[in-house]
């Protein structure tokens, strides 16, 4: 929706010359007109976070707006 923003999730299906091919893998909260499971296409330089889970490793790089979510949670409630 023109001029309105907000910070989404989206599972990745393909790059190319610049351009991420995916889903929205959230329901959005600001943009009405989209909804989870959408195909959406996200030029790299507006992606601000990223996420790669690699299972058979049991690791995960980048999140770091879900790391700094979960440990400014941790501070105000330390056993959950």
Do not use: Q
């Amino acid at each position: 929706e023109e001029g309105e923003h907000e910070h989404m999730w989206m599972t990745p299906k393909s790059y190319r010359n610049g351009v991420f091919y995916g889903v929205l893998a959230n329901e959005p909260e600001v943009l009405k007109r989209s909804k989870i499971g959408d195909t959406v296409e996200v030029k790299r330089e507006v992606v601000e976070d990223w996420m790669v889970l690699d299972s058979t490793l049991n690791s995960v790089e980048g999140g770091y707006s879900v790391r700094a979510v979960d440990e400014r949670a941790s501070r105000y409630n330390p056993n959950p």
